[in-house]
């Protein structure tokens, strides 16, 4: 098992479950790092200091927070101590609410919750009391000295915590102009409910995948190994511009309906790749520096 980024309880009422904290997501993107193209050298970068134009050592920086342009407040250690809440090792679940009330738009990043030494069984009553009543905790809890809402919810057989945004980071959707349902007509909804319908499938997440990044992966791990990859890209559809919806409509239907019939094939978002070796004279290049 993974190594927690976490320990503590998770708390509610007079009840406290010693839990642990562990990462849900896995980053499987290539990263890159920045080269000097002349003897492909790894680039380090300084912190310069906009007046003097000379490199900044790490002792030498404090944080300061620009109140207007150009005018800086310095905030010290002391100043962030002052602002801190009471650090404590629980996550503290506030209220429990029903899970169809939060907006989407709320949850940030997942983890996992894992019983700690001594937990298992009110950690498996807490979990089905959840599930049996469709209910989400609402908590708040210091990861690495910031103060965090999040969700506690039943996936599976696990209690998962959610990194929830304050309701004052969302933007109002008050602040855009959008269009109005009023002048939409029966005969186009009804078209368009159609189209959504023929579309409509069982969620099965391992279905979508990343195409970039393994189309990424097989251009590195060929040039790796001296090689060139060529991938054929497939042709993006023409959007032209939209005259008559209805008329869209139907072209929409009427092309979904004969993607049905050739599903066996292969789907034209998928690239195909063909490595070849490395012309010859290639070969007579010298290593670089790196």
């Known amino acids: 098992m993974a190594r927690a980024i976490w320990k503590g309880a998770l708390a509610f009422g007079l009840v406290n479950i010693p839990v642990e904290v562990h990462v849900a997501v896995r980053d499987h993107r290539p990263h890159f790092r920045l080269l000097h193209a002349k003897d492909k050298s790894p680039v380090s970068f300084q912190r310069v200091c906009a007046r003097?134009?000379?490199?900044?050592?790490?002792?030498?920086?404090?944080?300061?927070?620009?109140?207007?342009?150009?005018?800086f407040v310095v905030l010290t250690k002391e100043d962030f101590r002052a602002a801190a809440v009471e650090k404590t090792q629980r996550v503290d679940i506030l209220d429990f609410v029903d899970a169809s009330e939060i907006d989407d738009r709320f949850f940030e990043t997942p983890y996992y919750l894992v019983p700690g030494k001594s937990g298992e069984q009110a950690y498996a009553l807490l979990r089905e009391a959840m599930r049996t009543t469709k209910r989400?905790?609402?908590?708040?809890?210091?990861?690495?000295?910031?103060q965090h809402l999040a969700a506690v919810e039943v996936i599976k057989e696990a209690l998962t915590l959610t990194l929830l945004r304050f309701s004052d980071e969302l933007v109002d959707t008050g602040t855009f102009s959008l269009p109005s349902s009023k002048q939409i007509r029966k005969t186009e909804l009804d078209m368009a409910m159609?189209?959504?319908?023929?579309l409509a499938a069982e969620w099965k997440p391992?279905?979508?995948?990343?195409?970039?990044?393994?189309?990424?992966?097989?251009?590195?791990?060929?040039k790796s190994k001296g090689k060139t990859v060529t991938l054929e890209a497939a042709e993006e559809p023409r959007h032209a511009e939209v005259v008559d919806l209805m008329e869209r409509l139907r072209q929409s239907l009427a092309n979904r309906g004969s993607a049905g019939k050739s599903s066996g094939r292969q789907t034209a978002s998928a690239a195909k790749a063909r490595v070849s070796k490395k012309p010859a004279a290639s070969k007579s290049r010298k290593r670089s520096a790196a």
């Open 52 to 71: 003097e134009g000379k490199p900044v050592a790490w002792q030498d920086l404090v944080k300061g927070y620009e109140y207007s342009k150009g005018h």
């Open 206 to 222: 391992e279905k979508y995948t990343d195409e970039y990044r393994e189309n990424l992966m097989r251009i590195i791990k060929a």
């Open 194 to 198: 159609a189209l959504v319908n023929s």
């Open 136 to 146: 989400v905790g609402i908590a708040k809890f210091i990861l690495r000295d910031v």
